[in-house]
């Protein structure tokens, strides 16, 4: 059922593409995994899971990027077909990398802590137990908490070079710099920039390989993640990540309006993924609509 999607993908230069990889990683589309490559294009809806030791990059047409580190998931809620760098994510855990970000790009990272938005250059976020970590690393980053029930929702603007950690946003928890523990645990080629690979996988457009049963879940820790938003008068994330489920998420504002009179969006990943949206058309705030 998945061969005409991926088929017609191929042959869409445009939309965000993997350009390196390095140890396992996989990608779950639909309710199918697949052994991720370099030159898979990538669509909305798209799960990403990278093991111990492993990096991944995706490059957008732009040339930003986007690069995971070891044991890292993130949920690719919309990607744009072509143009600027624009996307929504959601990010339950791992540490990831924007780079070369456009002026004209619009880039949201929810996780259970707070949205990241990079304006410009170069920024770094990690998410654990203990909370969200951000630094910007080379340009401006927006950080918004959960929106409070009669008070909206706190908004830090970290300048270049400062360093954002906690399980909260707030400005006292912000640094001139980042610790010696957060550069410590940051993967090796996170410490300098990647030179962009953009051009030579563009036209070399790659299939992922769909994995055998006996391979799903090999390779990336946890035996299940599971992602659930539920909006109309009340919106609430819950996430449960690997055995420990210590990143496990309650509220994001009782009176939130993620989109239309409910929206409801799901991911199981383990032996099976299933991703569910319904995005009202007149939505406030619409998840996951990308400008063409």
């Known amino acids: ?26 990608l779950v589309r639909g309710v199918t995994r697949y ?14 899971e990278t093991a ?13 990027a986007l690069t995971l580190g070891p044991e890292t998931r993130v949920l690719a809620a919309a990607l744009p077909r072509a143009g600027a760098a624009r996307g929504d994510f959601y990010f339950p855990q791992g540490v990831a990398k924007f780079g070369r970000v456009k002026a004209d790009a619009r880039l949201r990272v929810t996780t259970p802590f707070g949205t990241v938005q990079p304006a410009t250059g170069a920024a770094v976020l ?7 970590q951000v630094f910007a690393e080379g340009g401006p980053v927006a950080i918004s908490g959960q929106p409070r029930r009669g008070a909206p929702a706190e908004t830090l603007r970290l300048r270049t070079g400062e360093f954002s950690s906690g399980k909260s946003v707030q400005r006292g928890g912000v640094r001139p710099r980042p610790t010696p523990e957060f550069i410590a645990a940051l993967p090796r080629l996170f410490l300098d920039p990647l030179p962009s690979r953009l051009a030579r996988v563009k036209d ?13 879940g090999k390779g990336v820790k946890g035996n299940a993640t599971a992602v659930g938003i539920v909006s109309g008068n009340a919106a609430a994330v819950a996430a449960g990540l690997g055995a420990d489920a210590e990143n496990a998420v309650g509220a994001i504002g009782k009176d ?31 998840v996951g609509t990308i400008a063409e």
Request: charged residues 15%; glycine residues 12%; negative net charge.
């Open 1 to 26: 059922m998945l061969a005409c999607p991926l088929a017609v993908l191929a042959a869409d230069p445009a939309p965000p593409v993997v350009t390196l990889l390095e140890g396992t990683a996989i």
């Open 204 to 216: 070399r457009p790659a299939q992922p390989r769909q994995m055998a049963q006996q391979d799903v």
């Open 126 to 132: 990690r998410v654990t137990g203990s909370g969200l």
């Open 35 to 48: 052994a991720l490559a370099e030159g898979v294009r990538l669509q909305s809806g798209d799960i990403l």
């Open 52 to 64: 111990d030791k492993a990096l991944a990059e995706m490059e957008f047409a732009d040339g930003t």
């Open 256 to 286: 939130a309006r993620v989109g239309g009179n409910a929206t409801a969006v799901g991911i199981v990943s383990g032996n099976a993924a299933a991703v569910a949206a319904g995005l009202g058309a007149d939505a406030e705030n619409k």
